[in-house]
């Protein structure tokens, strides 16, 4: 396999940015500097600055993720994270962000390739949120949020917004702006007061209960892909 697609496969990069390690001349193999066009394996003894990797499986893992777990690898509060909930050999990592307190759908990966490919804002997955707000739910507040809000960070995008009860949104979006969802709903005067992503791109909970993960199936990888 080639030093690119060994290092992606661990998780250190995408293949590119593996391209860009191996140029600076961070990577070694066998003890000698890595080139772009070394073929290596599993015996070789492959290393990111020093330190030694192993190429993992790839995992690709859908949790349910419940409130009270963060996202993030670093928490200076020492909080629990979501990845306590998966315990494998792999060192898998969320594909993106949910708040602290929202519930659902975080897709978690050792492809450093795929999770590069999802984050970017050209690659449009849809991510379906059901949204509990103070407050009711009007035709203009639905038509607001559907055409695109003003925000701090620029005007979102379109988006579909149906109304589940009165005071229950569906909000479907593509963007991943940090807090958004939350953003939007502040923007046109309801707060949230439960957050719960329903979808992410193809996948769905179907039968996992909160804390509760399970490995995709290929055709989902596919599909991701
Ligand atoms: N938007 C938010 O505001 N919070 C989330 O957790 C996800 C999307």
Known sequence: MRLNAFLARAGIDSRRGADRLIK???ISVNGRLGQLNDDVSEADDIRVNGRRINAQKPRYILLYKPAGYITTLKDP?????????????????PVGRLD????????L?????????????????????????????TDEILNKLSIGVNLEDGKTAPAAAKRLADNKIELIIHEGRNHQVKRMLAAV???VKR????KYGPLDLDSLKPGHWRDLAETEIKLLK
């Open 24 to 26: 600076a001349g961070r």
């Open 77 to 93: 509060d020492n909080r629990v994270k979501v990845t306590d909930l998966v315990k494998i050999n792999e060192r898998v990592v």
């Open 100 to 107: 602290f307190n929202t519930t659902g759908a975080l897709l």
């Open 109 to 137: 990966t050792n492809d450093g390739e795929l999770t590069n490919k999802l984050m970017h804002p050209s690659f449009e997955v849809d991510k379906v949120y059901e949204v509990v707000v103070e407050g009711e739910v």
């Open 189 to 191: 005067g309801l707060p």
């Open 195 to 198: 957050l719960h992503r329903s």
